[in-house]
Nanobody, 124 residues
Framework: QVQLVESGGGLVQAGGSLRLSCAAS????????MGWFRQAPGKEREFVAW????????YYRDSVKGRFTISRDNAKNTVYLQVNSLKPEDTAVYYC?????????????????WGQGTQVAVSS
């Protein structure tokens, strides 16, 4: 069992940055691949980024490449999403999720555990 709690969201102006955190409980965190997803109002949830269990492999959706960076610290049971050069279209609730499978996994149905989300709002 893995419990996930996101934090770090907020309201920023376009071009600004945030660092989202996802704190995990459970002894097996380091064995899970981790993903970040987002859901904007009225839209379907979409994949944002994925990182493997070691942190050695990452994968991003095209629209965030070069702006977002996913990382993890297994000693702290935490995965991060650094979001830079934010755009109004990045406005959404951001969720982290955990999966025990190999990856990268871009389909949310492949993830076993989800956090409650953290809101990111970008003003123009």
């Amino acid at each position: 069992q893995v419990q996930l709690v996101e934090s770090g969201g907020g309201l920023v102006q376009a071009g600004g940055s945030l660092r989202l955190s996802c704190a995990a409980s459970g002894r097996t965190f380091s064995s899970y691949g981790m993903g970040w997803f987002r859901q904007a109002p009225g839209k379907e949830r979409e994949f944002v980024a994925w990182i493997d269990w070691s942190g050695g492999s990452t994968y991003y959706r095209d629209s965030v490449k070069g702006r977002f960076t996913i990382s993890r610290d297994n000693a702290k049971n935490t995965v991060y999403l650094q979001v830079n050069s934010l755009k109004p279209e990045d406005t959404a609730v951001y969720y982290c999720a955990a999966n025990p499978k190999g990856g990268p996994l871009v389909d949310g149905r492949d993830y076993d555990y989800w956090g409650q989300g953290t809101q990111v709002a970008v003003s123009s």
